[in-house]
């Protein structure tokens, strides 16, 4: 197995089939066949279904593809290392982050990266924590910000803060007062959430009351913007954080009460791949992200608690 068989079937993995993958690496289809029939007869496994309309992943095939993935961007990594120079940072660096986070120091870290660093150059993406994940596990990303993230042994988990979180909707909905509301008082509320699975996870480290949320919950959506026009609209009210409400939060439109009896917190962590060697322009952004996540805390624009690594 060598860098070329990885190409040739991460190819045909995205184009589905021979002829296509074989265009986009200027191959003949003859040549990319033998490759890929050498790589399935080390490996000793098949890779894909041959059918009529192109090539299906078979189990073995989704699980390579991660590996592939990771093998390339490990390659990818280390010859961008060679390259780089402590006194001058260069390069490409990813970044996924949660919409929260992205509203709290998404633009300082652009902002400080263009200044202080223009020949770096970098990517954020914005989305739900599942997203995110998933991103830094294919590795579309080199580093993601995420609320409570499921232990995985392709990925390094750091906590960074936790987040305390509230019922947030409009005034007359969620009581007409900013007074602490206990847990079972939520549960009678009409609930919009975010939709079940890993983007729901983010909302509790405890599954039993996560559970007994998503039973409740009326409306369930995967887009915080959606969310935020229903809760504006008085379509229900929801559990949240002030960060990720924070714009209606702080034009009254809408309110918040701290949930007590239990108190519900997320743990917010930095999220990288476990089995690749960061590069320079890595570490340094990832230190900058880190300090400026700090600095938006100790300040009080993030209603949050540092952990020690942060």
Same mark, same amino acid.
């Given at each position: 197995?060598?860098?070329?068989? @990885?190409?040739?079937?991460?190819?045909?993995?995205?184009?589905?089939?021979?002829? $296509?993958?074989?265009?986009?690496?200027? =191959?003949?289809?003859?040549?990319?066949?033998?490759?890929?029939?050498?790589?399935?007869?080390?490996?000793?496994?098949? @890779?894909?279904?041959?059918?009529?309309?192109?090539? #299906?992943?078979?189990?073995?095939?989704?699980?390579?593809?991660?590996? /592939?993935?990771?093998?390339? &961007? $490990?390659?990818?990594?280390?010859?961008?290392?060679?390259?780089?120079?402590?006194?001058?940072?260069?390069?490409?660096?990813?970044?996924?982050?949660?919409?929260?986070?992205?509203?709290?120091?998404?633009? %300082?870290?652009? %902002?400080?990266?263009?200044?202080?660093?223009?020949?770096?150059? =970098?990517?954020?993406? #914005? !989305?739900?924590?599942?997203?995110?994940?998933? %991103?830094?596990?294919?590795?579309?990303?080199?580093?993601?910000?995420?609320?409570?993230?499921?232990?995985?042994?392709?990925?390094?988990?750091?906590?960074?803060?936790?987040?305390?979180?509230?019922?947030?909707?409009?005034?007359?909905?969620?009581? *007409?007062?900013?007074?602490?509301?206990?847990?079972? %008082?939520?549960?009678?509320?009409?609930?919009?959430?975010? &939709?079940?699975?890993?983007?729901?996870?983010?909302?509790?480290?405890?599954?039993?009351?996560?559970?007994?949320?998503? #039973?409740? /919950?009326?409306?369930?959506?995967?887009?915080?913007?959606?969310?935020?026009?229903?809760?504006?609209?008085?379509?229900?009210?929801?559990?949240?954080?002030?960060?990720?409400?924070?714009?209606?939060?702080?034009? !009254?439109?809408?309110?918040?009460?701290?949930?007590?009896?239990?108190?519900?917190?997320?743990?917010?962590?930095?999220?990288?791949?476990?089995?690749?060697?960061?590069?320079?322009?890595? #570490?340094?952004?990832?230190?900058?992200?880190? *300090?400026?996540?700090?600095?938006?805390?100790?300040?009080?624009?993030?209603? &949050?608690?540092?952990?020690?690594?942060?």
């Amino acid at each position: 197995m060598n860098t070329r068989h @990885l190409t040739c079937f991460l190819a045909i993995y995205e184009e589905r089939t021979i002829s $296509a993958a074989a265009e986009k690496l200027r =191959l003949s289809v003859s040549a990319l066949s033998h490759h890929l029939s050498n790589l399935e007869q080390d490996l000793g496994v098949e @890779l894909f279904t041959r059918q009529r309309r192109g090539m #299906e992943p078979t189990a073995d095939g989704e699980r390579f593809h991660i590996h /592939a993935h990771a093998i390339l &961007a $490990a390659m990818q990594t280390a010859e961008k290392a060679m390259r780089a120079t402590r006194d001058h940072v260069t390069g490409h660096v990813s970044i996924s982050m949660a919409t929260s986070v992205i509203r709290a120091v998404g633009f %300082d870290l652009v %902002d400080r990266i263009s200044r202080e660093h223009p020949d770096l150059r =970098l990517t954020v993406n #914005e !989305g739900l924590s599942s997203a995110v994940l998933g %991103d830094v596990q294919s590795g579309k990303a080199d580093l993601g910000v995420a609320f409570n993230p499921q232990a995985s042994d392709l990925l390094r988990v750091t906590p960074i803060l936790t987040e305390d979180m509230v019922l947030v909707g409009r005034p007359g909905l969620v009581g *007409g007062t900013g007074d602490p509301i206990p847990f079972q %008082d939520v549960l009678t509320k009409r609930l919009i959430l975010l &939709a079940q699975g890993l983007s729901a996870q983010a909302l509790t480290r405890n599954r039993r009351l996560l559970k007994q949320l998503e #039973e409740r /919950a009326n409306l369930q959506v995967n887009s915080v913007q959606t969310m935020h026009a229903c809760l504006l609209a008085g379509l229900g009210v929801s559990v949240a954080t002030f960060q990720i409400f924070s714009e209606g939060l702080a034009s !009254g439109a809408l309110q918040a009460r701290p949930i007590i009896k239990p108190r519900l917190d997320r743990f917010m962590c930095l999220v990288e791949p476990r089995h690749r060697i960061p590069t320079y322009a890595v #570490e340094h952004t990832r230190k900058l992200l880190l *300090g400026l996540i700090e600095q938006s805390v100790r300040t009080g624009r993030w209603r &949050a608690e540092l952990t020690n690594a942060a």
